[in-house]
């Protein structure tokens, strides 16, 4: 996660022409914003830049917003469709056993709904959310976005955030900006969110990475 506190230095009001890198030679913001410059075009590097330096970004708010939203419900029909499907099964099992083994399935493809869509539905503030949280101003404080820490020496993995680099934000927090009470968060929206911090964190990783090459 140093590429947060990388390209958080270009954002005009932390812009330094001299980003240390521990005895590497320096590091200009042209460099920086350069090595960003050659990060393949997708998902990833659209988040790093809405994340850590939105004027590098090449899509709008909305359009990233929407590419998240697409996402979203990509995942809510898949689950949709295995419960249809786990539903199909139990209506033409033959035996006890199948029907055993159907129901369970049915329950097991409830249990994992996600809550419907239209009106009032949560995942636009879901993906804002889910935005905010992973933004710079939300890094760990012990590890900095990191994810490591030196310990006598020694590189550790950061215990304070478990190596997400993100600070830990609590469910009541999540709640709030979802704008639900905490039951309503941990019934219906947690599945919702974890989901997305992971996706988004799957798609930054790999433009992170090669962000990390292009610059060393
Ligand atoms: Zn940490």
């Not at 996660?1 to 990388?6: C, F, G, I, K, P």
């Not at 949709?80 to 199948?98: F, G, N, Y």
């Not at 993906?127 to 590890?143: F, G, N």
């Not at 969110?193 to 964190?201: N, S, V």
Request: a positive charge; glycine letters at 8%.
């Amino acid at each position: 996660m140093r590429a947060a506190e990388l390209m958080a230095r270009l954002n005009p009001t932390n812009i330094r022409y001299d980003v240390g890198r521990g005895g590497l030679p320096e590091l200009t913001a042209q460099d920086i914003a350069a090595a960003i410059g050659m990060v393949s075009p997708g998902l990833g590097r659209e988040l790093m830049c809405r994340l850590w330096w939105p004027e590098g970004a090449q899509l709008a708010a909305k359009e990233l917003d929407r590419l998240l939203m697409e996402a979203q419900l990509g995942e809510w029909r898949r689950r949709s469709d295995a419960l249809i499907t786990a539903q199909l099964r139990a209506e033409v099992a033959e035996s006890d056993r199948q029907r055993r083994v159907a129901s369970t399935a049915v329950d097991a493809a409830k249990a994992e709904q996600w809550p419907r869509v239209g009106p009032g539905s949560p995942y636009a503030k879901i993906r804002i959310a889910v935005l905010a949280e992973m933004s710079a101003a939300c890094l760990c404080p012990d590890c900095r976005g990191r994810g490591f820490v030196m310990i006598e020496g020694k590189i550790r993995g950061c215990a304070t955030c478990e190596t997400s680099g993100r600070a830990k934000v609590s469910d009541r927090a999540r709640a709030e900006m979802v704008g639900v009470n905490r039951e309503t968060y941990r019934t219906s929206i947690a599945p919702v969110y974890t989901w997305l911090i992971d996706f988004c964190q799957a798609s930054l990783e790999p433009a992170r990475r090669e962000f990390m090459r292009r610059i060393e």
